[in-house]
């Protein structure tokens, strides 16, 4: 009969066939076997140049991602750069909440102070970053009419360990009092203290629409470089603060000096 290939044994003549009928149907099972193998070591082959011709393009665009957004991560960082060297602490508390919003694509972040009187309780600093103003109204409204001791809550716990701290699900945390202020929207969570001379002079939080287990390493890395730009600003203010002091304190020994003559 017909084998694949085109190969026909019927083609001989009879009287001309050196073998037997069933030798002929040997010869053909082995010819389609043959054909058969041979077919599937082919399309195996075609198989195997497609998945590495696949895996290639995956490792091509997995590579301009990670170019992409590393151009992201130093074009944010270097906002954040450019706005510490200003001496408005809004400014810059609104750069870097935005620039680690942007990065992460987490809706809400915002800052808090220690409290004035001393007591160690944070409040809010009024500075917002929001999505949307009217679908995180509540939760605004909740956070800002509060404060927090610490240990209590996100911005407290941050405050009492000075580390970043992260919040699977708010909703079902057994230490998040906002969420008693019902659907607010919002599930994961995670905040970071910024230190200057072993103070706490900050507590920034940010929030996502859904749980999140962890804090993957390259956010990790581009929230310790906020911080560190954040803290060099509270450094450099305290600095200029001092001298400024020192400045007025030398101003006033000369001025009696002067009297004195």
């Not at 970043?164 to 905040?191: S, T, V």
């Not at 600003?233 to 000096?257: C, H, P, W, Y």
């Amino acid at each position: 009969g017909k084998l694949m290939g085109g190969f026909n044994l019927n083609v001989i003549h009879p009287r001309r066939r050196p073998y037997t009928s069933e030798q002929a149907k040997t010869f053909s099972i082995l010819a389609n076997t043959i054909t058969t193998s041979l077919e599937i070591t082919r399309l195996d082959g075609q198989r195997k140049r497609d998945e590495g011709a696949l895996k290639a393009n995956q490792r091509l665009q997995e590579a301009l991602n990670d170019m992409n957004m590393q151009e992201n991560r130093t074009r944010l960082l270097k906002d954040v750069a450019v706005a510490a060297d200003s001496s408005n602490m809004n400014d810059v508390f609104k750069t870097a909440i935005a620039s680690c919003c942007k990065f992460t694509g987490w809706p809400v972040g915002h800052a808090y102070l220690p409290d004035p009187d001393g007591s160690g309780r944070l409040i809010s600093s009024g500075v917002w970053h929001l999505d949307s103003d009217t679908r995180y109204e509540v939760f605004k409204s909740v956070t800002s009419q509060r404060s927090f001791e610490p240990g209590v809550g996100l911005p407290g716990r941050v405050s009492l360990n000075k580390e970043m701290i992260c919040i699977k699900d708010i909703q079902e945390d057994d230490n998040f009092p906002r969420a008693q202020a019902g659907d607010i929207g919002l599930r994961g969570a995670f905040g970071f203290p910024i230190i200057c001379r072993g103070e706490v002079e900050a507590v920034l939080e940010f929030f996502s629409v859904d749980p999140t287990d962890e804090i993957a390493e390259q956010l990790f890395e581009f929230v310790e470089a906020i911080r560190r730009q954040l803290e060099f600003f509270f450094e450099r203010d305290q600095l200029t603060k001092g001298l400024s002091a020192e400045k007025k304190r030398m101003e006033v020994i000369l001025d009696n000096l002067v009297d004195g003559v």
